[in-house]
């Protein structure tokens, strides 16, 4: 080959968010989450390490975007970890069957610690692949594994990583993304955490609600029970966002498609379809649905929104080398 060492990490959506952290540096979280790992989503990084480097080289869909901070900063630990001083030749792609919106910082750092730490001479189990995803962006310490995932808290550098809940799935689940926005979001979920954390009154409920809500998601999962596990993700991902509405200032991520969105799945369920949502830090709505029912769903979406705004993926697996 030519040297480049290179790893593909499907994106997750969170049925338990995470959302606030208790170390800001060593992106610690301040409550478990739960994920499910995404087949038609993923990124594919490339990585060298040369002597014929002056500094890092780092290309994401053929744009240089060298001056990244969070991506040299990310090196850099990898560079200590093994001890070396080379810089890297980075090259990345992100696979999104539309043309944006649903890139995700989460398969971006769990493919670029995969690739960069083989690399650099580093032989790593995915537990510390997951701590070291985790540096990157908290997201990514669960798309080191595939289907079901969890994100076990901790409290330090060592004792916060991903597990494996169930993979490959048994559940008949799938996610319909309804990509509304293709604008960069304007408060990134890292400032927007950090914002509720420190000035919601209701953060500390939400962080004792995530334990009753991840135990019953667990639950869910092992009684192979869909709709308590789509119940419970769609309230979480309510009181998720109930905590950017309740800070200072206060702000969301809802936009008009998002709510009409979401009056979609509630009619479609009124009218027998097991269908529930979920949303992160942007206006685009993800829908938990069974294969039965993904064309009941397109068509009832198909009425507002495009095809190609509609991307339905099953449950995918977990970071992969692919040489
Ligand atoms: C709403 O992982 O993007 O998607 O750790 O600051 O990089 P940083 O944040 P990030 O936050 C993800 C927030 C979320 C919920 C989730 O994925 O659990």
């Known amino acids: ?63 240089d975007i060298s001056n990244s901070t969070k991506i040299v900063n990310f090196l850099d630990i990898i560079r200590e970890k093994a001890s070396i001083s080379e810089y890297a030749y980075v090259k990345s792609y992100n696979n999104v069957p539309t043309s944006a919106g649903l890139a995700s910082s989460a398969s971006g750092f769990a493919a670029l610690a995969a690739a960069a730490s083989k690399a650099a001479g580093l032989q790593l189990t995915s537990k510390e692949l997951s701590k070291l995803a985790r540096r990157g962006s908290g997201s990514a310490t669960r798309s080191i594994f595939g289907g079901f995932a969890e994100w076990i808290k901790g409290n330090t550098d060592n004792d916060s990583y991903g597990v494996e809940i169930e993979n490959p799935v048994t559940m008949d689940i799938n996610m319909i993304a309804v990509v509304l926005n293709d ?73 008009n498609d998002s709510i009409q969105v979401i009056n979609s799945v509630k009619t479609l369920r009124e009218n027998g379809v097991e269908c529930y949502f979920t949303m992160d830090a942007g206006p685009n709505v993800k829908i938990i649905c069974k294969s039965k029912d993904i064309k009941k769903i397109k068509a009832a979406l198909t009425k507002t929104f495009n095809d190609e705004q509609i991307v339905v993926s099953k449950p995918g697996c977990g970071v992969q080398f692919i040489n």
């Open 1 to 63: 080959s030519n040297g480049f060492i290179t790893a593909r990490a499907h994106t997750n959506i969170a049925l338990i968010k995470y959302w606030g952290k208790k170390n800001d540096d060593l992106i610690i979280p301040n409550n478990n989450s739960l994920s499910l790992t995404l087949d038609e989503f993923y990124t594919d990084t490339s990585v060298k390490f040369s002597n014929e480097l002056s500094k890092d080289s780092i290309f994401l869909d053929d744009v």
């Open 183 to 255: 604008q960069p979001k304007k408060i990134s979920s890292r400032v927007g955490m950090k914002r509720s954390v420190e000035t919601s009154p209701y953060y500390n409920a939400w962080v004792k609600q995530c334990e009753v809500d991840l135990i019953k998601a667990k639950t869910a999962i092992k009684e192979n029970d869909f709709n308590t596990l789509g119940k419970i993700s769609e309230s979480n991902a309510m009181r998720m966002h109930a905590l950017t509405m309740s800070a200072e200032p206060a702000f969301m991520y809802f936009n």
